[in-house]
């Protein structure tokens, strides 16, 4: 062995003399890791993986993916509006690229996957709000783009008039993303509907979009202006037709879940809010203007359901046998009065039974036109008592009281009679089941 090595010695000197050097010369120690932020990745420099934001992309000055994506929009906005001032003098070195930039806004180049859409703000809203509320460039995967075009092609014209959710909300999407995800969860859940064997991935879809459209939605109507009033109505407004499409689940009772909080219903008043703010004639203006065309609404070559089109000769049916909701309402209002302690109790539901009473009406009442022109306004009659909810109310339905439950089955026979609006399938069958449960025996006194 030792003459071998002589040999090898003698026939490759400098091989040796290297070897030797490698073994006096040690090399640091490091951790081996794929775990770092993409932002290092891009920077070709070792990330140490800190949480929530690595020391690397904090000390540069850039926004680390490792931090939750509206936080990390925020940073990269008020990062990128920091201009330079011109008569900086240039320090030495070579010149630093736009980091900020390139990692919030990346070009389009062949590395993108076939397919991939950029949605980003456009300098014609610019004005509409400030710069920290424009929407990021967001890329949509193919899913998602064919989700938006059935929401434009189907969904819209199945909710409302087409002109205010088919062309008025995808504009107000430009500068508020949250509208976006509102639009691509209900598109979804339609989706999942009208197509069964891939419903799985259509509801993935879905949930992730609608819970980012709710926290969207959340903030935007803490904080109402005159400038993002149109937005505030329509995302709440799609996120409530959103939580009905979602369908019900055990335990669930409309207004209240099982853990007590309903989101959409804090939505819902945040609409009520702004039409009482600003009126409807600010509202309802513009690109939301209802009346603003009369195109005929029916998607040609639709494949969901026919009753997603709401034929008018299937408005509704409150044909029940033996129930008569003239007489429930007043027999209630008189029990109501009767048997409440306290006199605040007594007129909250003297409130409700005359609400409730107003939605039978306008429900039965006739209308005139075609249906692709009404579409909604029984709906809209229905959620009419909902609108006019006080706290009072959903406290006395947490309690399990008996008229405030009795008053909510009213509402599922509503919901019920509804045809027409698949966002509602399912609900009033299922909201007087729970109350068959609640009320045991009492039921077959009151509701059908």
């Given at each position: 062995?030792?003459?071998?090595?002589?040999?090898?010695?003698?026939?490759?000197?400098?091989?040796?003399?290297?070897?030797?050097?490698?073994?006096?010369?040690?090399?640091?120690?490091?951790?081996?890791?794929?775990?770092?932020?993409?932002?290092?990745?891009?920077?070709?420099?070792?990330?140490?993986?800190?949480?929530?934001?690595?020391?690397?992309?904090?000390?540069?000055?850039?926004?680390?993916?490792?931090?939750?994506?509206?936080?990390?929009?925020?940073?990269?906005?008020?990062?990128?509006?920091?201009?330079?001032?011109?008569?900086?003098?240039?320090?030495?070195?070579?010149?630093?690229?736009?980091?900020?930039?390139?990692?919030?806004?990346?070009?389009?180049?062949?590395?993108?996957?076939?397919?991939?859409?950029?949605?980003?703000?456009?300098?014609?809203?610019?004005?509409?709000?400030?710069?920290?509320?424009?929407?990021?460039?967001?890329?949509?995967?193919?899913?998602?783009?064919?989700?938006?075009?059935?929401?434009?092609?189907?969904t819209a014209p199945t909710i409302g008039q087409p002109y205010v959710w088919r062309d008025g909300a995808p504009q107000l999407g430009k500068v508020y993303p949250g509208i976006l995800d509102a639009m691509l969860s209900i598109s979804a859940y339609h989706?999942?509907?009208?197509?069964?064997?891939?419903?799985?991935?259509?509801?993935?879809?879905?949930?992730?979009?609608?819970?980012?459209?709710?926290?969207?939605?959340?903030?935007?109507?803490?904080?109402?202006?005159?400038?993002?009033?149109?937005?505030?109505?329509?995302?709440?407004?799609?996120?409530?037709?959103?939580?009905?499409?979602?369908?019900?689940?055990?335990?669930?009772?409309?207004?209240?879940?099982?853990?007590?909080?309903?989101?959409?219903?804090?939505?819902?008043?945040?609409?009520?809010?702004?039409?009482?703010?600003?009126?409807?004639?600010?509202?309802?203006?513009?690109?939301?203007?209802?009346?603003?065309?009369?195109?005929?609404?029916?998607?040609?070559?639709?494949?969901?359901?026919?009753?997603?089109?709401?034929?008018?000769?299937?408005?509704?049916?409150?044909?029940?046998?033996?129930?008569?909701?003239?007489?429930?309402?007043?027999?209630?209002?008189?029990?109501?009065?009767?048997?409440?302690?306290?006199?605040?109790?007594?007129?909250?539901?003297?409130?409700?039974?005359?609400?409730?009473?107003?939605?039978?009406?306008?429900?039965?009442?006739?209308?005139?036109?075609?249906?692709?022109?009404?579409?909604?306004?029984?709906?809209?009659?229905?959620?009419?008592?909902?609108?006019?909810?006080?706290?009072?109310?959903?406290?006395?339905?947490?309690?399990?009281?008996?008229?405030?439950?009795?008053?909510?089955?009213?509402?599922?026979?509503?919901?019920?009679?509804?045809?027409?609006?698949?966002?509602?399938?399912?609900?009033?069958?299922?909201?007087?089941?729970?109350?068959?449960?609640?009320?045991?025996?009492?039921?077959?006194?009151?509701?059908?």
């Amino acid at each position: 062995m030792a003459s071998t090595e002589g040999e090898l010695g003698e026939a490759y000197p400098q091989t040796t003399s290297h070897l030797e050097r490698s073994a006096r010369k040690t090399r640091k120690p490091h951790k081996k890791s794929r775990q770092g932020c993409h932002t290092c990745k891009r920077r070709k420099v070792k990330c140490d993986e800190s949480k929530p934001e690595c020391e690397k992309c904090k000390k540069f000055g850039v926004p680390c993916d490792f931090l939750p994506r509206e936080e990390r929009e925020i940073r990269g906005l008020t990062a990128n509006s920091a201009s330079q001032p011109p008569s900086e003098r240039r320090r030495p070195g070579r010149p630093r690229g736009d980091w900020v930039r390139q990692l919030i806004d990346p070009p389009r180049d062949a590395s993108q996957p076939p397919g991939t859409f950029i949605r980003s703000s456009q300098h014609q809203v610019d004005s509409l709000q400030p710069r920290s509320q424009l929407s990021l460039p967001t890329t949509l995967d193919i899913d998602e783009l064919l989700t938006f075009h059935h929401y434009l092609t189907v969904t819209a014209p199945t909710i409302g008039q087409p002109y205010v959710w088919r062309d008025g909300a995808p504009q107000l999407g430009k500068v508020y993303p949250g509208i976006l995800d509102a639009m691509l969860s209900i598109s979804a859940y339609h989706l999942a509907r009208t197509n069964i064997l891939h419903a799985p991935k259509h509801l993935s879809v879905a949930e992730r979009h609608y819970a980012a459209a709710a926290k969207a939605a959340t903030a935007m109507v803490a904080d109402v202006t005159i400038e993002n009033s149109q937005a505030v109505y329509v995302i709440a407004a799609l996120i409530c037709f959103t939580a009905f499409a979602k369908g019900p689940k055990p335990g669930d009772l409309v207004l209240i879940a099982k853990d007590g909080s309903v989101a959409w219903l804090y939505l819902l008043r945040g609409v009520r809010m702004v039409l009482e703010k600003f009126g409807t004639s600010v509202v309802l203006s513009g690109i939301l203007e209802p009346n603003a065309t009369r195109q005929d609404a029916r998607p040609s070559g639709c494949s969901c359901p026919s009753t997603d089109l709401q034929p008018r000769d299937q408005r509704f049916e409150l044909s029940h046998p033996g129930w008569d909701w003239h007489e429930t309402l007043d027999k209630l209002r008189r029990q109501a009065a009767a048997e409440s302690h306290e006199p605040h109790d007594a007129a909250m539901f003297q409130r409700q039974t005359a609400s409730i009473a107003r939605c039978f009406q306008a429900l039965t009442q006739p209308r005139e036109g075609s249906s692709d022109e009404n579409r909604g306004l029984d709906f809209i009659s229905v959620m009419t008592w909902v609108w006019a909810l006080d706290d009072s109310f959903i406290n006395a339905l947490k309690e399990r009281h008996q008229v405030a439950l009795i008053i909510l089955g009213c509402f599922g026979v509503l919901l019920k009679s509804l045809q027409g609006y698949w966002w509602l399938d399912g609900w009033g069958d299922h909201v007087l089941k729970e109350l068959r449960t609640l009320l045991g025996s009492v039921y077959q006194e009151w509701l059908p």
